[in-house]
């Protein structure tokens, strides 16, 4: 069997601008290449929001910064289907290894 660890992430989409006032230099995250599942939910309030959940796979403990972004678009997708990338930062040094 693989050694892995699963990693989830929840991402809001609504419309707005989140500002946190700090200026950390954000670290360039890999895409994951397991996504295990993907869920959503319609929160009814003023303006309805679109709460998307992915778990995926990682190789080893340690990975941080887990982030579920939208694939920008110029306009609307003709089919609909809007896609997204699930990345992660990978840990630096040594590492726990996960075992099943």
Do not use: C, H, N
Not at 2 to 10: D, P, Q
């Amino acid at each position: 069997m693989t050694a892995r660890s699963v990693f989830a992430v929840a991402m809001l989409a609504a419309v707005g601008d989140v500002t946190t006032g700090k200026d950390v230099k954000p670290q360039k995250g890999e895409v994951l290449r397991t996504v295990v599942s993907v869920t959503t939910a319609l929160e009814e309030k003023a303006p309805p929001t679109l709460v998307v959940t992915a778990v995926g796979e990682v190789p080893t403990g340690g990975w941080t910064g887990a982030k579920l972004t939208p694939r920008p678009y110029d306009k609307p997708p003709a089919d609909g289907i809007y896609e997204y990338e699930l990345t992660a930062v990978r840990p630096a040094g040594i590492v726990t290894q996960v075992m099943s």
